[in-house]
């Protein structure tokens, strides 16, 4: 469990000791006398284990903490359990739930730094920070939450209860709190999987207390007695009924002599945060966060146009994916006001948008959006203040060659990094140097040392960049010993970041699984590729390219296969990549050059390979030449 911020301690615990609440009052732990034997039985069976595999990077051990079922393959937990720092794999488990792998779905941590997340995700947040209606601060629901959402395979829990949420918390009632707190840390090698056979090596422990007071905020605090300990945190904390009042967070020693008093956030608030991101919980929906959105936008409020553009992408805020109404709100909210001072936000959130799609004048269009929104940033009146995050965006663009007003300028990139770190916003910027000091494109220069530096830093923050580019390290750089131990680093760190659509991650785990000669990591292979190369990433036109000569090689019949590996080989090449990447030596006589493609063909039919060539990048993404 966590201790709470000094500041928000000395706080809380004056205004406690004013009120003259904090004694020492913790019940037996064996709270069947005081809740029903059914009760207890239906909170155990719902509460589970989280526990958490730290990636070999940065952590030699595991930690866990303790969540709840709040849905069909859903759990609730503190997001400090399974703290976004550092890589991690999470797993669930309890007496009547084998470890089951979950994936965090929903994540928010305090004044949690969003610029670490995707770019339309950081422009929705710092729209919501400024707009306001009818009062209410949309900004509040996201500063001082410590909240996580967990999913996993529903099918794994068919027969387990979930919790209901309470609607308050009342002062001096019983309160009960569920959890792991003696949970045991794994002592064997952090890349084992737990045993699909193996349920909970700890028992679930249940204390009793009292509900001490209601601290009022965003979210509400409910103040209790009921003991709780390290590995608590997470938990539910729930009244005589077994409905969840809060959700154990913190702990704070109330007047110096051990007496020590627990903070959980409020079931109430808790429950709104599940709704408002559009999961299912079995409850009724109170509180519909889209219809508050569309209603503000609807009465003309261009903040709240931009917000359902921007949760259309993201598929948030109970907004489905809809990637036409995404950039149709948007492009409103530009036109409703051009000159509010978000409006570059705006613009910036269109083309983060419009630099998804595969057409190549919708990108161009992108382009000049993001550079007007750069050059446009204001900060009070007169001023002029970049936004660090989005120059960074604009750097990654130029580094990928995205679009047809980015082309491949990896000392552009380099520039606009660096002006991006001067206000002391590096985390994302320290990646992108990183990586131009790793393939040496800059005039920077090659500099491994640098560039393992650079990631790990970046890394430890939880900036997805640098933990694709520290798995191209582990990968292939002098800089790490080669060993099996951290090729599997590697590639655990390659997966993490691609899960999360990071392009270089995407480029290398494709040549990973295709290098494998495994034969469904191969078919995952070319579907990671193609997304990469949608990012405009070289790997993933690199590993395409030989996917295209292979399957050329296994039916010369087929030229067009020739044809487009030349096409994407020439185009990977122009962006700087080597041929001499790792894996190529089990490629034996396999030719992986644009020029050896053509140079093994005959002259007369080179032409129409350079003309078909082009044509199928037009029709895998909107590609209308290789860029220079």
């Not at 205004?15 to 029903?36: E, H, K, M, Q, R």
């Not at 959105?293 to 931009?306: E, H, P, S, T, Y």
């Not at 590729?529 to 949608?534: E, H, K, T, V």
């Not at 395409?544 to 096409?567: E, F, H, I, S, V």
Request: aromatic share 10%; hydrophobic share 40%; glycine share 8%.
């Amino acid at each position: 469990m966590k201790s709470m911020p000094h500041s928000m301690q000395q706080g809380v615990i004056l205004s406690v000791l004013v009120s003259c609440l904090i004694f020492c009052l913790n019940f037996s732990t064996n709270a069947g006398d005081n809740i029903g034997q059914d009760t207890l039985n239906r909170l155990k069976a719902a509460t589970v284990q989280v526990k958490v595999e730290y990636a070999q990077p940065f952590e030699n051990n595991s930690s866990w903490g303790t969540g709840f079922l709040v849905g069909p393959g859903l759990v609730m937990t503190n997001a400090h359990v399974v703290s976004d720092k550092i890589p991690t794999r999470v797993f669930v488990h309890n007496d009547y739930l084998s470890p089951v792998e979950a994936r965090v779905v929903a994540f928010r941590y305090d004044t949690n730094d969003v610029d670490k997340g995707d770019i339309v995700e950081y422009i929705a947040h710092t729209i919501m920070k400024r707009a306001r209606i009818s009062g209410i601060n949309l900004a509040n629901p996201f500063t001082s939450y410590d909240v996580a959402l967990l999913s996993f395979d529903p099918n794994a829990a068919q027969n387990l209860p979930m919790l209901a949420f309470s609607p308050q918390a009342i002062p001096n009632e019983s309160v009960y709190a569920i959890g792991y707190p003696g949970a045991d840390q794994p002592s064997e090698h952090r890349w084992q999987q737990y045993s699909s056979s193996s349920r909970s090596s700890t028992p679930v422990t249940v204390t009793a207390g009292r509900v001490r007071q209601v601290i009022e905020g965003a979210p509400r605090l409910v103040m209790h007695d009921a003991l709780s300990k390290f590995g608590n945190s997470g938990g539910p904390v729930v009244n005589a009924r077994g409905e969840v009042v809060g959700m154990q967070t913190w702990s704070a020693e109330a007047d110096g002599q051990g007496t020590v008093i627990s903070f959980a956030l409020s079931g109430n608030d808790l429950a709104n945060f599940v709704r408002q991101r559009g999961f299912v919980t079995g409850q009724p929906n109170a509180h519909d966060y889209r219809t508050f959105v569309m209603r503000a936008a609807d009465a003309g409020d261009a903040n709240f146009l931009a917000l359902a553009g921007l949760f259309s992408f993201l598929g948030d805020g109970g907004f489905g994916h809809d990637h036409e109404a995404a950039t149709r709100y948007l492009a409103e909210a530009i036109n409703r006001d051009p000159q509010n001072p978000n409006a570059y936000l705006y613009r910036a959130g269109l083309a983060a948008v419009l630099a998804r799609s595969q057409n190549l004048r919708t990108q161009e269009q992108a382009a000049r959006l993001l550079q007007i929104a750069n050059n446009s940033t204001r900060v009070g009146p007169g001023s002029r203040h970049p936004d660090n995050r989005l120059l960074s965006y604009e750097a990654a663009l130029y580094m990928q060659g995205r679009a047809g007003q980015f082309p491949y300028n990896p000392n552009r990139s380099l520039v606009l990094a660096e002006k991006a770190m001067e206000d002391g916003s590096y985390a994302i910027p320290l990646a992108l140097t990183g990586f131009l000091y790793y393939f040496g494109d800059s005039s920077a220069g090659r500099n491994h040392e640098m560039a393992l530096e650079n990631a790990r830093e970046s890394a430890r923050n939880g900036i997805t960049e640098g933990i694709a580019l520290l798995a191209h390290m582990y990968y292939d750089s002098d800089a790490i010993p080669k060993n099996d131990y951290n090729q599997k680093t590697a590639r655990f760190l390659a997966k993490y970041a691609a899960d999360r659509n990071d392009p270089w991650a995407l480029g290398l785990l494709a040549n990973m699984y295709y290098e494998s000669g495994d034969a469904g990591e191969r078919e995952q292979a070319y579907e990671l590729a193609r997304r990469g190369l949608d990012s405009g990433n070289r790997l993933a036109a690199y590993c395409l390219g030989r996917m295209a000569w292979d399957a050329y090689l296994a039916n010369p019949a087929d030229a067009t296969q020739a044809a487009k590996a030349w096409a994407l080989l020439d185009l990977a090449e122009k962006r700087g990549v080597r041929i001499n990447l790792p894996g190529n030596g089990g490629y034996g006589a396999a030719l992986h050059s644009a020029g050896q493609i053509l140079a093994s063909l005959p002259a007369d039919v080179q032409p129409w390979i350079r003309q078909e060539g082009m044509r199928e990048l037009q029709v895998m993404g909107g590609i209308q030449a290789p860029m220079q």
